[in-house]
């Protein structure tokens, strides 16, 4: 069974960045190193009047502390473990935000329909990547580049239509926020499947894609 934040015992725990315990520099620092994603840090919470407010300054920030803070961020995320060390020293709280299209796409599903294709996809024996869950109740599963092309394709010859279903496909020119950047008051990003040696190389969204159409399709 899947279990978010599993713990994982033996060698491979000293690899996989922690979601507790660690700076937001030392995670950062930890996926360039190790996983080679690219990263570039987003906006940041304040303390506001006793509360905790976006960096932008936007009292009704949608994404309060997880969205980029510049237009340029696509040409500022780096894969350089130096170079992010650098920019999360200059804001040690910044969120931590990964561009799509890049080393991966994301495969973003409501969390209901996640939890049941991990179950799905657990029975099917398949290798996962990376999963991710959000404060606002998403999922989103890691998969090769490539996936934003392929999937409205592979769900139409399921008998789905993309617009028919709660799924979207994170590519080239978005971002996802990765552990343990926080919502605003609604919470942390956490891994519902962690990034392991063992899931280093992703899954191709067509390997993915029956179980979470399926899944998705259940929960509308």
Same mark, same amino acid.
């Given at each position: 069974?899947?279990?978010?934040?599993?713990?994982?015992?033996?060698?491979e725990a000293a690899q996989i960045p922690k979601q507790r315990g660690e700076s937001l520099l030392e995670t950062a620092v930890r996926?360039?190193?190790?996983?080679?994603?690219?990263?570039?840090?987003?906006?940041?919470?304040?303390?506001?009047?006793?509360?905790? @407010?976006?960096?932008?300054?936007?009292?009704?920030?949608?994404?309060? %502390?997880?969205?980029?803070?510049?237009?340029?961020?696509?040409?500022?995320?780096?894969?350089?473990?130096?170079?992010?060390?650098?920019?999360? @020293?200059?804001?040690?709280?910044?969120?931590?935000?990964?561009?799509?299209?890049?080393?991966?796409?994301?495969?973003?599903?409501?969390?209901?329909?996640?939890?049941?294709?991990?179950?799905?996809?657990?029975?099917?024996?398949?290798?996962?990547?990376?999963?991710?869950?959000?404060?606002?109740?998403?999922?989103? !599963? !890691?998969? *090769?580049?490539?996936?934003?092309?392929?999937?409205?394709?592979?769900?139409?010859?399921?008998?789905?239509?993309?617009?028919? *279903?709660?799924?979207?496909?994170? %590519?080239?020119?978005?971002?996802?926020?990765?552990?343990?950047?926080?919502? %605003?008051?609604?919470?942390?990003? @956490?891994?519902?499947?962690?990034?392991?040696?063992?899931?280093?190389?992703?899954?191709?969204?067509?390997?993915?894609?029956?179980?979470?159409?399926?899944?998705? %399709?259940?929960?509308?």
């Amino acid at each position: 069974m899947f279990i978010v934040e599993e713990t994982i015992a033996g060698t491979e725990a000293a690899q996989i960045p922690k979601q507790r315990g660690e700076s937001l520099l030392e995670t950062a620092v930890r996926y360039a190193e190790e996983r080679h994603w690219d990263v570039f840090p987003g906006t940041w919470l304040e303390a506001v009047d006793g509360s905790q @407010q976006c960096s932008c300054g936007d009292a009704a920030c949608p994404a309060p %502390g997880s969205h980029p803070a510049r237009p340029d961020w696509a040409t500022q995320a780096t894969g350089s473990a130096t170079v992010a060390r650098r920019m999360w @020293q200059k804001q040690p709280t910044a969120s931590i935000l990964l561009p799509t299209g890049r080393t991966f796409d994301a495969i973003s599903v409501p969390e209901t329909a996640g939890f049941l294709a991990l179950a799905r996809m657990e029975r099917m024996e398949l290798t996962l990547g990376p999963v991710t869950l959000t404060p606002d109740r998403r999922m989103e !599963f !890691f998969v *090769l580049p490539g996936a934003a092309v392929k999937i409205p394709d592979l769900v139409r010859k399921l008998g789905w239509s993309l617009s028919s *279903l709660d799924l979207a496909v994170l %590519g080239e020119g978005a971002y996802v926020a990765a552990p343990p950047t926080r919502f %605003g008051s609604r919470g942390a990003v @956490q891994w519902a499947c962690r990034p392991t040696p063992a899931n280093r190389w992703l899954p191709d969204a067509e390997e993915l894609i029956s179980p979470l159409a399926y899944a998705c %399709g259940r929960d509308r």
